[in-house]
């Protein structure tokens, strides 16, 4: 009922790849992967949770909503911003994405639209 003859199937049999020729090629594609995706993520967090923590009064930051303000007051998780004058928001600690250097606000305000 087979089609395929018994000198075949010996034949397709010994040719098989040994089991570490069938690892390296997946050994390889995790290391690729890791350099090229998850270490500059690490990195990135790393850089990020250091930005965080050094926040001060006075920074001037934009958030990861593209809000541009100055840090009047910090908390464990929260930083209170002054978007305007006599206009502050609340936002959490991590979606500061980038402190800007200082005099930022007042080069932005002064810009025609």
């Known amino acids: 009922m087979f089609f395929i003859s018994d000198a075949m199937a010996e034949v397709g049999a010994a040719g098989e790849p040994s089991l570490i020729a069938t690892f390296v090629p997946l050994l390889l594609i995790f290391a690729v992967m890791y350099f090229l995706l998850i270490r ?5 967090q790393k850089e990020h949770k250091k930005l965080v923590e050094a926040l001060e009064k006075g920074d001037e930051v934009v958030t990861s909503g593209g809000v541009l303000g100055r840090v009047t007051d910090i908390g464990d ?10 206009t502050t928001i609340v936002v959490q600690r991590f979606a500061v994405t980038s ?6 606000i007042k080069d932005a305000r002064e810009q025609p639209s």
């Not at 500059?40 to 990135?44: G, S």
């Not at 998780?77 to 006599?86: F, I, Q, R, S, Y």
């Open 40 to 44: 500059p993520q690490i990195k990135r």
């Open 77 to 86: 998780t929260l930083v209170l911003l002054e978007v305007a004058d006599n």
């Open 99 to 104: 402190v800007m250097p200082k005099g930022t």
